[in-house]
Every structure is written in structure tokens, then in C-alpha cells.
């Protein structure tokens, strides 16, 4: 099992980007997956998390309105794009998802698997 997460890099504050995340090894089609953002010297947090289906999205408050995931299970793919970009969002970017069901999808035991992480810098 595999999250290849990719996308990250420098961005001015208000600029948009992208984060994609790959899923290899098992079909991720039944799976919750999900991000998780960790900044120098704080715990990991949770960004955002998609249903299987992709019918149903969670978000944290501090990206709600500003970040959009969405997946596309044809190619076992997660994505979240990510607009009005705040130097708070700089961080390293954690794909995750899970094969064990639970209830919730915000906390880092909600998950099995992380991919390794890819960078976001916003200046301002």
C-alpha cells in the first residue's frame, strides 16, 4: 500500500494550488481518504476528508470556503485544490486513508496508511 502525494511547493499568499495524492498496491474505491497538514514545531491537523463516493467532504474551519477535495477513484487518485492561500497554511501536506472503518475522520487514528508528504510554502 502506497500514497504518493505530490503537488506541493512555493505560492505567494492569495495564489491557488493543487495537491494530488496517488494511491497504489489495493483498490482505495470503498475507502475514506483524507489530508493532514503538520507545520514546523505543531502536531499534525486535519485539513480535509472525502467519502468513498465522493459524495460527502469534511473540512476543517480553517480551510472551509477555501479548500475543495475531491477524488477520482477511476484513477485510485485524491485531490485538493486549495484557493486564497494563507502564510498559515504553509505546512508539509499528508495524504491518508484507511481500510479499518470508524466512525470518525478527523483525528490521525481515524487512518492506517500516510503517504510521505509534500511541501507547501505560502509568502506573504
Known amino acids: 500500500v502506497q500514497l504518493q502525494a505530490s503537488g506541493g511547493g512555493l505560492v505567494q499568499a492569495g495564489g491557488s494550488l493543487r495537491l494530488s495524492c496517488a494511491a497504489s498496491?489495493?483498490?482505495?474505491?470503498?475507502?475514506?481518504m483524507g489530508w493532514f497538514r503538520q507545520a514546523p514545531g505543531q502536531e499534525r491537523e486535519f485539513v480535509a476528508a472525502?467519502?468513498?463516493?465522493?459524495?460527502?467532504?469534511y473540512y476543517a474551519d480553517s480551510v472551509k470556503g477555501r479548500f475543495i477535495i475531491s477524488r477520482d477513484s477511476t484513477k485510485n487518485t485524491m485531490y485538493v485544490r486549495m484557493n486564497d492561500l494563507k502564510p498559515e497554511d504553509t505546512a508539509i501536506y499528508y495524504c491518508?486513508?484507511?481500510?479499518?472503518?470508524?466512525?470518525?475522520?478527523?483525528?490521525?487514528?481515524?487512518?492506517?496508511?500516510w503517504g510521505q508528504g509534500t511541501q507547501l510554502t505560502v509568502s506573504s
Open positions: 491518508v486513508t484507511r481500510f479499518k472503518p470508524r466512525p470518525g475522520v478527523r483525528s490521525v487514528d481515524d487512518y492506517d496508511y
Open positions: 498496491g489495493r483498490s482505495f474505491r470503498t475507502n475514506v
Open positions: 472525502i467519502s468513498s463516493t465522493g459524495h460527502i467532504t
